[in-house]
């Protein structure tokens, strides 16, 4: 990763081993589509010569904003004459963003997640037996706290008081 092109002015790369992120702002979205389509060229340029290949139907597109009427654009992003689909709710590293930042979509699956785990520590609690206090309590700390507290620096700073007291 340290070999690839560096990125023009106003464009930034993020990376986790495999995953990138290519992110742009400014106010005029166009310029922005423009300017990451522009780097794409060159980080295909780049991969080709390695023999790889940038795949358009597995990447996303995605406008964060606070403007309500700009959730459902539809970016112009290509590589290699494809267009990237665009997505408003991408998943990156496990977390589900959403086009205004307010992790709805994450906060909601997080819920799900926890009830499944929940129903297997009331299996386990039952009614007439049950587990001790001590292996409920380390269950829950491995099936039920790390899916609540996975990356929630992230995404809790962003949810309602509703999806918090729904957690």
Partial sequence: MAKLPPPPAGVNLVSYADDCTILATGPNIDSLCGKISDY???????????SLTISAAKSTATLFTTWT????????????GNKIPTVNHPKILGVTFDSLFSFSAHASATCEKMRARNKVLKSLAGSTWGAL?????????????????????????????????NL
């Fill in 69 to 80: 009427n700009e959730v459902r654009l539809e970016l112009d992003v290509y590589v290699n």
């Fill in 40 to 50: 794409l060229t060159d980080l295909a340029n780049f991969f080709t010569a390695k």
């Fill in 133 to 165: 206090k001590e292996t409920l309590l380390t269950a829950y700390k491995a099936i039920g706290r790390s899916v609540a507290n996975y990356a929630a620096p992230v995404w809790t700073a962003g949810t309602s008081d509703t999806q918090r007291r």
